[in-house]
């Protein structure tokens, strides 16, 4: 026979009651309700201008990519437009953004969308990550932020988020992200989610955590315990992990090769000498990569982005 537990002896997330969650949720949407940052993705509503934005958010901070992204929309105004451009007029538009092949999986996305969905992002989930690169994460943003449902995004800052503020411990993404639709305030998905994200990127940061600013700081679990090392952010999925060094790296490789080949076709021998003469393998290796990721050909002419 189960016994019913006292709650001294339930965990962290089973004491959670969706009440609690809420009165969370609502303090962080106050909180935004005070002045979010303006980014321009911010102010659509177009479920494709959103999802070229969650596309480029994938791996680039947010300020740079506001530099970029309206000119980058002109192009790519809608799935039918991007489609006509082909894969190498949206590579050469990528130009300066990095790892290339989002720009692939965006063009594979804007032809599924043309073909299978009359030109129209799809509105359900399942459709939605039917899509070439759009994962849980890409969908749900483009539910809250274009459709403006009240589901959650979970990011490597509403993780963070989580796991010191209301757990005060690590916890596994499938957790973390049942707490976080729990969060949501009714009638307010759209905003408590653009909020958490600021939270987690501007006050509740990885490194210095801001938490006299901080909303959540009479509840925040990890503050209460006394900020207890380590920090529970650290061990939870979902938060991120510092990178490797990017000079070096192969990742640095196949961005040069790809710059090199915006400026036009070259021969191979030409496009190692430009790359790095000095390390023709590396330079080979990245071509490898390229070719199979659909990025680039390699033709008895030469190589040519895709
Ligand atoms: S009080 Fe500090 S640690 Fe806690 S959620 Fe706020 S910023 Fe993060």
Known sequence: ????????????????????????GRSIDAWGARGLREFPWRATRDPWAILVAEVL?????????????EDLLRDLKTPAATLALGKGGVLLRWSGLGYNSRAVRLFNTATIIVER??????TSREDLLSLPGIGPYTAAAIEVF?????????????ARVIARAVLGAP??????????ERMVPPGHGWSYNQSVLDL????????????????????CRWRQAGYRDPDPARR???????????????RQARGNVVEALRGGDLSMEDLIATVDPSNESRVRQAIEGLVVDGIVVVTSEGVTLA
């Open 57 to 69: 958010l994938q791996q680039t901070q947010a300020p740079r990519i506001a530099e970029r992204y």
């Open 146 to 158: 274009a459709f403006e449902r009240d589901r959650a995004v979970y990011d490597t800052n509403v």
């Open 1 to 24: 026979m189960n016994l019913p537990r006292n709650a001294a002896s339930l965990t962290p997330t089973e004491a959670l009651t969706t009440r609690s969650l809420r009165l969370v």
């Open 236 to 250: 939870t999925a979902g938060t991120s992990r510092p990178q490797g060094a990017f000079k070096g790296s192969a």
């Open 171 to 180: 916890t596994t993404a499938v957790k973390g992200w049942e707490i976080a």
């Open 117 to 122: 969905f009359g030109g129209e992002v799809p």
């Open 200 to 219: 987690g990127a501007t006050i509740c940061t990885s490194r210095r955590p801001l938490c006299e600013q901080c909303p959540l700081a009479t509840r």
